[in-house]
Protein backbone atom coordinates (compact mmCIF):
# COMPACT_ATOMS: atom_id res chain seq x y z
CA UNK A 1 0.00 0.00 0.00
CA UNK A 2 1.63 3.71 -0.77
CA UNK A 3 0.22 6.53 1.28
CA UNK A 4 0.26 10.35 -0.37
CA UNK A 5 0.48 13.64 1.29
CA UNK A 6 -0.13 16.10 -1.15
CA UNK A 7 0.24 19.84 -0.02
CA UNK A 8 -2.37 21.94 -1.80
CA UNK A 9 -3.93 25.43 -2.42
CA UNK A 10 -7.16 25.94 -0.56
CA UNK A 11 -9.01 27.16 -3.57
CA UNK A 12 -8.53 24.00 -5.27
CA UNK A 13 -9.18 21.38 -2.76
CA UNK A 14 -13.37 21.31 -4.20
CA UNK A 15 -11.99 20.17 -7.25
CA UNK A 16 -9.45 17.67 -5.93
CA UNK A 17 -11.76 16.30 -3.64
CA UNK A 18 -14.55 15.55 -6.48
CA UNK A 19 -11.88 14.02 -9.09
CA UNK A 20 -10.75 11.83 -6.40
CA UNK A 21 -14.55 10.72 -5.16
CA UNK A 22 -16.06 10.26 -9.00
CA UNK A 23 -12.90 8.12 -9.01
CA UNK A 24 -14.13 6.02 -6.18
CA UNK A 25 -11.35 7.04 -3.37
CA UNK A 26 -13.26 7.54 -0.96
CA UNK A 27 -10.90 7.98 2.02
CA UNK A 28 -8.81 10.79 3.11
CA UNK A 29 -8.28 13.08 4.87
CA UNK A 30 -8.06 16.70 4.52
CA UNK A 31 -6.64 19.27 6.96
CA UNK A 32 -5.43 22.88 6.72
CA UNK A 33 -2.11 23.52 7.27
CA UNK A 34 0.57 26.66 7.77
CA UNK A 35 3.09 26.62 5.81
CA UNK A 36 6.05 28.59 5.76
CA UNK A 37 7.41 28.82 2.95
CA UNK A 38 8.38 31.74 -0.45
CA UNK A 39 5.44 32.03 -2.16
CA UNK A 40 4.88 33.66 -5.67
CA UNK A 41 2.49 36.02 -4.62
CA UNK A 42 2.65 37.89 -1.45
CA UNK A 43 -1.49 38.01 -0.95
CA UNK A 44 -1.01 34.37 -0.34
CA UNK A 45 0.31 35.11 2.55
CA UNK A 46 -0.22 36.23 6.55
CA UNK A 47 1.97 37.07 9.14
CA UNK A 48 1.68 34.38 12.09
CA UNK A 49 1.88 35.96 15.87
CA UNK A 50 1.54 32.64 16.61
CA UNK A 51 4.40 31.03 15.13
CA UNK A 52 6.76 35.05 14.35
CA UNK A 53 6.58 34.23 10.35
CA UNK A 54 4.63 35.09 7.34
CA UNK A 55 2.48 31.39 6.96
CA UNK A 56 0.37 30.11 3.64
CA UNK A 57 -2.85 28.45 4.32
CA UNK A 58 -2.77 25.01 2.80
CA UNK A 59 -4.61 22.00 2.61
CA UNK A 60 -2.91 18.73 3.38
CA UNK A 61 -4.93 15.60 1.82
CA UNK A 62 -3.44 12.01 2.95
CA UNK A 63 -4.71 9.05 1.09
CA UNK A 64 -4.05 5.74 1.24
CA UNK A 65 -4.06 3.68 -1.36
CA UNK A 66 -3.20 -0.11 -3.20
CA UNK A 67 0.25 0.14 -4.92
CA UNK A 68 -1.79 -0.27 -8.41
CA UNK A 69 -3.96 3.14 -7.68
CA UNK A 70 -0.94 5.41 -7.04
CA UNK A 71 -0.47 6.66 -10.35
CA UNK A 72 -4.42 7.66 -10.86
CA UNK A 73 -4.19 9.26 -7.69
CA UNK A 74 -1.43 11.46 -8.21
CA UNK A 75 -2.75 12.04 -11.72
CA UNK A 76 -6.13 12.98 -10.49
CA UNK A 77 -4.50 15.36 -7.95
CA UNK A 78 -1.86 17.38 -10.07
CA UNK A 79 -4.63 17.57 -12.82
CA UNK A 80 -7.30 19.35 -10.01
CA UNK A 81 -4.71 20.77 -8.00
CA UNK A 82 -2.81 23.50 -10.53
CA UNK A 83 -3.67 27.05 -10.00
CA UNK A 84 -1.79 28.24 -13.30
CA UNK A 85 1.35 29.51 -11.23
CA UNK A 86 4.74 27.87 -10.93
CA UNK A 87 4.43 25.99 -7.96
CA UNK A 88 0.76 24.53 -6.97
CA UNK A 89 1.53 22.35 -4.70
CA UNK A 90 3.22 18.81 -4.01
CA UNK A 91 3.12 15.50 -3.12
CA UNK A 92 5.10 13.19 -1.23
CA UNK A 93 4.23 9.28 -1.26
CA UNK A 94 5.55 6.52 1.30
CA UNK A 95 5.06 2.73 1.51
CA UNK A 96 2.88 1.22 4.12
CA UNK A 97 4.25 -1.80 5.22
CA UNK A 98 1.10 -2.84 7.53
CA UNK A 99 -2.65 -2.02 8.36
CA UNK A 100 -4.82 -2.98 11.47
CA UNK A 101 -8.11 -1.87 11.52
CA UNK A 102 -9.55 -1.17 14.73
Not at 22 to 32: G, K, N, P, R, S
Not at 47 to 62: C, D, I, N, P
Not at 67 to 88: F, H, P, V
Amino acid sequence: MKELKAYIHRNRAADVVRALRLADFEHFTLVDVKQVMQTLEAREQEYSTEFGARVQTEVKLELVCKAEQLQEAIRLITENAKTGQEDSGCIYVSNISERYMI
